[in-house]
């Protein structure tokens, strides 16, 4: 349908476009790069005041999925 293809077209509010975005794409980056880096999820999630189920979204790619 047209909301398949907006997707496919990446038409979409992704990232901070989407309106309930609560993270940038800056903030993204620097927790990949911590985790890369050897902090733990559960260190990264302490320090940002944030749920651990959030960090390991985002550390593996399931959430912020546009960027590297």
């Known amino acids: ?3 398949a293809d907006m997707k ?4 979409h509010a992704h990232g901070e476009r989407n309106s309930s975005a609560k993270h ?3 903030f993204v980056l620097s927790l990949r ?3 890369a880096n050897g902090a733990t ?6 320090m940002h005041h944030m ?6 979204s985002i550390v593996s790619r399931v959430n ?3 960027l590297p």
């Open 1 to 3: 349908g047209n909301n």
């Open 8 to 11: 496919a077209k990446k038409r």
């Open 24 to 26: 940038t794409a800056a």
């Open 33 to 35: 790069t911590a985790h």
């Open 41 to 46: 999820p559960q260190e990264l999630a302490d």
């Open 51 to 56: 749920p651990y189920s959030t960090v390991i």
């Open 64 to 66: 912020w999925r546009h």
